[in-house]
């Protein structure tokens, strides 16, 4: 959390693009002048965050210039909200005194994740140059796995003993208060760092000046283990509305807080690796906009190879079929509706699923009755779908061939079921083989259903007819 | 936020999940039995977030009566806790007393949105019976347009003036503290409401006690307006690490706050509503999972018409080019292939570009040379599944009939720079439309793809016939 909740920016009318906007080609012409006076005096009124944009924006040779403009606090909440592309490209240019005087100031858990994208030399070499203290609390953070509570935690929060007064209290939140992420949220603490509760400055700020702690903390409160992912830990911090929860070690020791700012971002994060996902893609949390043409290309081709396979299975199908598609040709005029529906039913039904086991909505039901429901939705849009598909194919594009245009109905109906059971049953089957369903439900859905979807099709046509041509 | 930023629950070892099935199924056993007095009292360790999850979870039935063992205050911060569905179920169960005391009583911003589910005449009846100044806090939310900064917005922050001393402010937040969402930020307004400055409790400890509001308060900060949309608030406390922003009407007076905890809601719902979209359903917002059948297909069918009506344009494409698939019946083999892989590679480039826009990070490219990666991108990997299905058809496919291998690779190849460009591209149009990407996307690329993907495949391979059978 900022030291102030709303730093400096004046209040216009002009919206943040605008200004971010405006600063950057502002910025741009002064440092293309080289008037640095003008350019430094521009950045005062403005807060980090636009800084930070609005230095996103300039070509790379003058990046290093711009940030060399800030103050030296400034400068380090900038660096903290540029994007860690950014900070490495800066981080490379700069002096190693610079690098040291900023990376020392920076809070330990943004650090920790500055540290997990920088080459490993670089790091040992900034590691080594540390104060004693911030070496302690970043190699301390980096000892823990990648996504826990442990990885994103602070170790800079304050701590109370029971015995303090409110008073007294204070007085230590007031010294205190510059080097900590929140005054907000106050952890008691015994003598073997055992937390024993949690009290909030409103708790202080209400009670009697001579009360002790120890008469207003909360000893039942909600706590993690360094080893809790941290998508659980944003769970818990958006189900209880917390500014902030603490972390605790297998032996109940606080180590650390995580406060909701952090937790904004890692949602964001989460979110669009869920969103990638999805759509086919892989994510490894950083700005995809910033990443090689190759690495882009690299994130996709595991789908699409997949895909490749599968329509191989597909086509061998196709093959063994050979002999009804020439004798009618009609029937492949629909091969593209069949697959292209079956895909999409599946789709929605595992989104749905899928999306509701990470918001944890999807418990209200059993995962039974979830695919009952999805099976029936799916056979309510099959009904739909494959009427007017045979009504649609019998008049306008293959009239006189009724009996293709049933197959294609039934066959719509039979896929639509088909999908909509593998796309809310699989994700249930991987999630209990502890495989995440987000990444690995499409391509099983898809090719079961573009599968077992055209051998469907195919058999029921024959069969159609057959029975057609006896009558 | 809640009055006590960690209230009570035990430290226990038991995760929550098992927590809540466990207070479930013992409040389950308890009124069955009808022992009201032992279902009481399991219930007084539990926080409130875990009793709605316990209540929602249990039969419609037994849900009033498992309310109504609460005691009024931990009533309201159940209900405001529960899923909008099992509120409206309550709502019409309860006795008119009970539920206008429980109503009056929540925060005005969740007041304003249960208001919004409920059927117009109750909550006519229920904005009639509440006290004047709840009254007039509530129609005040509902004059605003929905997704609006005004509607979510709550009109209970604590406010001071320049004069006061830190001292008074001190106490007036002490004897407010109890009917405010938030004691962390303050807000200094001048004799006509207009909002002139703002300062955090954070700046009043860390003051000496006989300095004045005036002297300690920021002047520069960020508001937001009334009608300024959700997403837009959402991304502004994101980015500036805020606990709370002001909101200010068109003359600057201010209205109301709103809370990082209610924008940790806000942005579950907004990215259900952006995954259902990518995945073609619609969101109305409420729980899936509480849906009807007909609801659940109705969400559906919309995306589902689109496609036959995409479809019947391709099949009536593959009509035209009745007497090459006749003749050369492998051909339609590989029509899965082509359309599944244009349909995936659009859709990768349109999710990336449409998280992009709703992250902001796309801005850091502009949208001709996001394109342009997006082409490249989508010609590498043309290229190399080209190479691939060219190799594989012609080896197991269609051994013989290397003319077909050659048209399905080079049509890989133009379906996927096709694919990709119009992923990337539309959502970009959309946007300057006005229209929203998330939704218009799919539809619209899928067609394209489809469509134009099969004109392609089977005029080169007409061509490529031909030139063959003429050497």
Redesign the interface.
């Known amino acids: 959390?900022?030291?102030?909740?709303?730093?400096?920016?004046?209040?216009s009318t002009m919206s943040?693009k605008e200004l971010r906007e405006l600063v950057r080609s502002q910025l741009q012409v002064l440092l293309e002048r080289r008037d640095l006076q003008t350019a430094k005096a521009i950045l005062v009124?403005v807060?980090p965050?636009d800084i930070a944009e609005a230095i996103?924006?300039l070509p790379e040779t003058m990046q290093v210039i711009a940030f060399r403009l800030l103050s030296k606090d400034e400068a380090i909440k900038v660096y903290e909200q540029l994007?860690s592309s950014v900070q490495q490209s800066l981080c490379e240019k700069f002096k190693r005194q610079e690098v040291i005087d900023i990376v020392d100031k920076m809070s330990p858990d943004d650090r920790a994740r500055l540290f997990d994208e920088l080459p490993a030399a670089v790091v040992r070499r900034l590691v080594a140059e540390l104060s004693l203290s911030e070496r302690q609390a970043t190699a301390l953070l980096l000892g823990y796995e990648a996504d826990t509570a442990g990885r994103i935690m602070t170790p800079e929060y304050i701590s109370l003993k029971e015995e303090y007064t409110v008073g007294e209290s204070?007085e230590r939140?007031?010294s205190l208060?510059h080097v900590t992420e929140t005054?907000?949220?106050l952890y008691v603490t015994d003598s073997d760092r055992h937390l024993i509760g949690?009290?909030?400055?409103?708790?202080l700020?209400?009670a009697q000046l001579n009360q002790t702690v120890g008469e207003i903390l909360?000893r039942?409160?909600?706590?993690v283990q360094t080893d809790t992912d941290q998508e659980e830990v944003a769970r818990?911090?958006?189900?209880?509305?917390?500014?902030?929860?603490p972390v605790v070690d297998s032996e109940?020791r606080l180590v650390g807080i995580i406060t909701?700012?952090d937790?904004?971002?890692i949602?964001?994060k989460e979110?669009?690796k869920?969103?990638?996902a999805?759509?086919?893609?892989q994510a490894d949390g950083d700005?995809?906009?910033?990443v090689s043409?190759?690495t882009?290309?690299r994130r996709?081709?595991v789908?699409?190879?997949v895909?490749?396979v599968?329509?191989?299975i597909?086509?061998?199908i196709?093959?063994t079929q050979?002999d009804i598609?020439?004798d009618v040709?009609?029937l492949?005029?629909?091969?593209?509706?069949l697959?292209?529906?079956g895909?999409?039913?599946g789709?929605?039904s595992?989104?749905?699923v899928i999306?509701?086991m990470n918001?944890d909505?999807?418990?209200?039901?059993g995962s039974f009755q979830?695919i009952r429901?999805e099976a029936?939705?799916g056979a309510?849009?099959g009904l739909?779908?494959g009427t007017?598909?045979t009504i649609?194919?019998s008049v306008?594009?293959?009239p006189g061939q009724i009996a293709v245009a049933i197959a294609v109905g039934m066959s719509l109906l039979a896929i639509s079921m088909l999908a909509s059971v593998a796309g809310s049953a699989l994700p249930f089957l991987f999630r209990s083989l502890k495989l995440d369903p987000t990444l690995m439900s499409a391509p099983f859905i898809?090719t079961a259903v573009?599968v077992l979807g055209?051998l469907i099709y195919l058999n029921l046509a024959r069969m159609i007819l057959q029975s057609n041509s006896l009558n």
Chains 1, 2 share one sequence.
């Open positions: 959390m900022t030291e102030n909740p709303q730093p400096s920016v004046p209040l943040r009124p807060q965050a996103e924006g994007d204070l939140i007031r208060a005054v907000y949220s949690i009290l909030s400055l409103r708790d700020v209400t909360s039942d409160f909600v706590s818990i911090i958006k189900r209880y509305d917390f500014l902030a929860v109940k909701v700012d937790i904004l971002d949602l964001e979110t669009t869920d969103i990638y999805l759509g086919g893609l700005n995809y906009f910033q043409l190759l882009v290309a996709r081709v789908w699409l190879l895909l490749l599968t329509n191989s597909t086509a061998s196709l093959k050979r598609l020439q040709v009609a492949s005029f629909f091969i593209p509706l697959t292209g529906t895909g999409n039913v789709a929605q595992s989104t749905v999306r509701g918001t909505e999807i418990w209200s039901l979830v429901r029936m939705a309510l849009l739909v779908l007017l598909a649609w194919a306008f594009i293959v898809t573009d055209v």
